[in-house]
Every structure is written in structure tokens, then in C-alpha cells.
């Protein structure tokens, strides 16, 4: 099992043995060890207010001590509903469940009995969790018929896409797509693709679901949906929203959202669905970003950073490519630019893994892969930033095994 909960923490894509964390605070973490490093994992996107902000702690504090579980509805479900419809109008109503994986199977299976459809259109080098119709082809035990009605086409490929769709117009119940690709490192989408996508799901009664589990919250506070003017009919969203504890969210107009059960015929509940302290944390977030709005500066720290990583592979004389949105980027070691799965794959994955590895040997904590994004909390500073680039020139003289490979 490799000792972890989830692969990407085995640093098996890097080399190394894995860290084991037990505490964090602001942009910092501290291993087993007792050594300090600075945080570009952010709890996987979620920690926008880095670690331990003290209005999270606050609102736990407060929500445990009226109770872990009360097993109904708690007010705190509808406060953070209405954060969410308040900040992206495509969504009318709100479900909460346990984890992203959850809320984009829910998606689907809304989809599925919205459209009386049962093909899903994918996108390679998106993930959406491991729901069965979502994994098809990436992992072993999907049952073949399971896995034939999942198609997947290239992303940023909108001939592929419309191929795809001509084809199967009739049969496709959805198609969802992270709408900017976190999870094949940071990948934008092309000019006018998203809108593209949105003109021919419409033309053929296609659902199109933006899976905003990173990008929502992230990318400003409507969610890249808002960033692109793009209107989804069906949104997920996690990470930001749970504050730090484990959440998902499906969210959409009334009339598609009103078919999940007790109201409708789509099932999903869950024992933890809506947890109070989940809940607690996420309002105490949403709160926090609305009230600060601290895209402006995390999107010009992030600039900062990338700006200074290219110098210093430029220096260095190592070709790389910085994709970034707002506060999240990937560092790809490679020399032509990465617009979907197949250049990404075709990055150098040794100098990554020398780089990440010099990188945490000075005290630098970067996801252990090199298809995952950094991200930035409103709590990194100008300092932090610079640090990092000092760091990287070190780490890049070593990706040419010149130095402490
Ligand atoms: N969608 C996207 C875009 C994600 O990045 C992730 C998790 N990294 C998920 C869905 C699944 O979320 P979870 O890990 O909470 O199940």
C-alpha cells in the first residue's frame, strides 16, 4: 500500500521517503523531525488562508463545542449554500457531500437522469476523483462496461471534442472538464475554447459540468466561471469551500438540482454530508476571502515567483515552461509550451524529481509530482517568495546533476 492514504503522498514520482507532517502554521510546516519547511502543497488548494488561520481555529473551536454531529440539518448547511450561490450564479442551490471524488460522481449520475443519457465525455489529464465512470482507463477494477461509456478526448483539442460529440450527440448525458486543468500540472484553457465547448453541449442537450474543486474560490471568488463568463449547468466545487475539512459540493439551478432525492429521483445522502465542522471551517473561509479579497496580491506574488523561477532556469540554462493561472502554477521542465496531457507526460520528469528534491533539502515543500500545481496562500509573503527563488537556483544547477543530484 506504500504507507500512504493517497499515492501522490509517497513522493514515489520524485524519489525520496516520504515526509510525515504534524503540524502547520501560516505557510509553514513541521515534520517529524522538527524540521521547518515553507508550503507550496496548501493542503492540495484547499489552504487559501494557509495553515491554522486563527478564524478558522476560532469557528472549530466554537462549532466542536456545540457538537461533532448532530445528524440533521445544522443552519450552518444553509449559511454556506448561500456563500457559494452568492459568489457563482450558475448555482441556485447546493449539496454538500463528503469529498470532490463524491460530488463529481453525484454530478454525473445527476446528469445521467436529467438527460436519460448514459455517456460521459472526459478530458485526458483531467481528474475528477475516483469515481468508476471518472477513472475509466486509469485504473484497474472498472468493470468494461462501465468504463465503455466514459470517452476521453484531448484537452485544448476542439476538434477532438466536436468530433466526439458529433458522433455521440445522442448518447452523451455530460461532459465535464476541470476548466482549468490542475491535475496534468496548471494548464489553461486556449482562447475561446471553453466557450466553444459551452456553444455545442447547448446545441446538442449535452450537460456541461465544470469541475471547479480547485478552481473555485481559487481563481477569484466566482470560480474560473466567472474569470472565463462562462456558465456551466452543472458546477462541483471542494478544497476552498471545506476550509481545510474534508467537503465537497455539487451546485446548480433549481430545476436540475430539485431531481436529487428527498425532492427528486437521484439519490445521494451521506452520514457526514454538510458536517457542522466542515461547514464551520468553509464559512470562516468564504467569510474571510470575501471580506480581504486577496486574489490581487496572490496572483502578483505568484507572478513574482514564476517571473524569478524563469530567470533562474534561464540562468542555469535549463529549459522550462511556467503555466500558471492566479495564485497556482506548475513548473514543467521541458522546452516547447504544455497545452494538454501528452506534452505534459513529455516533460522531464528526472529533472523535476532533482529539483523538488533540492528544493525540500532547503527547506522548500513543493508537491511531490510533477503534474500537480503549487499553490499560494494569502500568507505567503514577498520574503517567502524570494527565498524560494534563491532555493531554485541551487535546485536548478542540480537538475543537471552539476551540483547535489
Ligand atoms: N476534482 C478535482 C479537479 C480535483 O483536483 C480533485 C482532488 N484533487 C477532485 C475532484 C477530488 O476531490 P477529493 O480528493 O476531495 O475527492
Not at 454525473?108 to 443519457?117: D, E, G
Request: hydrophobic share 45%.
Amino acid at each position: 500500500m506504500g504507507g500512504v492514504n493517497s499515492p501522490v503522498r509517497a513522493f514515489r514520482q520524485i524519489g525520496g521517503e516520504p515526509l510525515m507532517l504534524v503540524r502547520g502554521e501560516g505557510a509553514e510546516v513541521v515534520d517529524t523531525e522538527g524540521r521547518t519547511f515553507l508550503d507550496f502543497i496548501g493542503g492540495w488548494g484547499a489552504l487559501i488562508l494557509g495553515h491554522t488561520h486563527p478564524a478558522i481555529v476560532t469557528a472549530l473551536r466554537r462549532a466542536l463545542s456545540a457538537g461533532s454531529l448532530l445528524g440533521l440539518t445544522h443552519p450552518a448547511e444553509v449559511e454556506l449554500a448561500r456563500l457559494i450561490a452568492d459568489a457563482v450564479p450558475s448555482v441556485e442551490q447546493v449539496r454538500f457531500t463528503v469529498s470532490g471524488t463524491e460530488a463529481c460522481m453525484t454530478a454525473v449520475r445527476l446528469a445521467r437522469a436529467h438527460t436519460n443519457r448514459t455517456k460521459v465525455l472526459t478530458f485526458a489529464g483531467c481528474y475528477h476523483g475516483h469515481g468508476d465512470s471518472l477513472m475509466a482507463g486509469k485504473t484497474a477494477g472498472i468493470p468494461e462496461l462501465t468504463a465503455a461509456e466514459t470517452l476521453t478526448v484531448p484537452f485544448n483539442d476542439l476538434a477532438a471534442f466536436e468530433d466526439a460529440v458529433q458522433q455521440r450527440s445522442r448518447e452523451l448525458a455530460c461532459v465535464i472538464i476541470e476548466p482549468v486543468a490542475a491535475n496534468m500540472g496548471v494548464v489553461a484553457p486556449e482562447p475561446g475554447y471553453l466557450a466553444r465547448i459551452r456553444e455545442v453541449t447547448r446545441r446538442h442537450g449535452v450537460m456541461l459540468v465544470f469541475d471547479e474543486v480547485v478552481t473555485g474560490f481559487r481563481l477569484g471568488w466566482g470560480g474560473a466561471q466567472e474569470r472565463y463568463g462562462i456558465t456551466p449547468d452543472l458546477t462541483t466545487f471542494g478544497k476552498i469551500i471545506g476550509g481545510g475539512l474534508p467537503i465537497g459540493a455539487l451546485g446548480g439551478p433549481r430545476r436540475i438540482m430539485r431531481r436529487l432525492a428527498p425532492e427528486g429521483d437521484v439519490f445521494h445522502g451521506g452520514t457526514f454530508a454538510g458536517h457542522p465542522l466542515s461547514m464551520a471551517a468553509g464559512i470562516a473561509t468564504l467569510n474571510e476571502l470575501k471580506a480581504r479579497s486577496p486574489y490581487g496580491p496572490m496572483e502578483r506574488l505568484a507572478e513574482r515567483l514564476m517571473a524569478g523561477l524563469a530567470r533562474e532556469a534561464e540562468r542555469a540554462g535549463v529549459p522550462v515552461r511556467l503555466n500558471g493561472l492566479g495564485s497556482m502554477f506548475t513548473l514543467f521542465f521541458s522546452s516547447s509550451a504544455i497545452h494538454n496531457f501528452r506534452q505534459a507526460g513529455a516533460s522531464r520528469r528526472d529533472r523535476f524529481g532533482r529539483w523538488a528534491s533540492s528544493l525540500r533539502r532547503q527547506g522548500i515543500l513543493i508537491p511531490p509530482s510533477p503534474f500537480e500545481a503549487l499553490f499560494l496562500s494569502a500568507v505567503h509573503s514577498e520574503e517567502d517568495v524570494d527565498r524560494t527563488i534563491r532555493a531554485a537556483r541551487h535546485a536548478f544547477a542540480s537538475t543537471r546533476g552539476e551540483l547535489d543530484a
